[in-house]
């Protein structure tokens, strides 16, 4: 099984729709992100959590939020969809010990189509 | 604020030879981490290489190297006897030496590889 799991892998929804997207580590990481990736942007961060109680905004967090249900589990939601959400978004983890150098790890993606 | 910038959309090699990727970026720290993520179709996001701002030596991952020029702020990677399978997409990313785990990706390049 992967360290990282992102629920739904693909997913096409219709515009002002309610949709949230899953994830869940088994590597025991406090930290974890959202990302958004765009053609010609790369990835961007949505919103970071260093646990339960502790949710940051990213650079491009306005029409998301997120809930942190479990150390093991960050779920992203876009309370109404709209077509520019169209993205492949990611979610990743890294661990609090170490150096900024720390890998982070990544999910699979969910391919999100907003039409 | 930190950027990063990959100048190359695109790039293509001949298999067996070499290829480099370009990236540069902005920052007014001085300790942080540079990486290159490759993204195959799959959709995986796999950590090809990682370099820290005070080490002189570039780092070095059998095939993959770096050419890390901290005062031109550059942090080229290097694909030496390319093969099929290096076919992707390249990101470099930033991380500054905090605790917050944040990356900076750049736009990405796609590499192509030719038999």
């Known amino acids: 099984d992967a360290d990282v799991t992102q629920t739904p892998r693909n997913r096409i929804t219709k515009t002002g729709k309610r949709i949230m997207l899953e994830c869940s580590q088994t590597k025991g990481h406090d930290r974890m992100y959202w990302y958004r990736q765009d053609p010609g942007l790369g990835l961007r961060l949505i919103y970071y959590?260093?646990?339960?109680?502790?949710?940051n905004k990213g650079e491009i967090s306005d029409g998301y939020s997120v809930s942190r249900q479990a150390q093991a589990k960050f779920s992203l939601s876009l309370e109404s969809a709209i077509p520019n959400q169209t993205a492949l978004y990611f979610c990743a983890t890294s661990d609090r010990t170490g150096t900024g150098g720390t890998e982070a790890f990544f999910g699979q993606g969910t391919r999100l189509t907003v039409v | 604020a930190q950027t990063v910038t990959q100048s190359q959309p695109e790039m293509s090699v001949q298999e067996a030879e070499t290829v480099t990727l370009s990236c540069t970026y902005d920052?007014?720290?001085?300790?942080?981490?540079l990486f290159w993520y490759k993204q195959p179709p799959s959709r995986q996001m796999i950590l090809v290489i990682r370099q820290e701002a005070y080490k002189q030596q570039n780092a070095t991952e059998n095939r993959f190297s770096v050419n890390f020029q901290k005062a031109a702020k550059s942090f080229s990677l290097k694909i030496s006897d390319s093969q099929l399978g290096d076919a992707a997409m390249y990101f470099c990313?930033?991380?500054?030496?905090?605790?917050?785990?944040?990356?900076?990706f750049g736009q990405g390049t796609t590499l192509q590889v030719k038999p």
């Open positions: 920052t007014s720290e001085s300790d942080y981490y």
């Open positions: 959590s260093f646990d339960v109680k502790d949710i």
């Open positions: 990313a930033y991380r500054v030496s905090s605790n917050t785990g944040k990356l900076i």
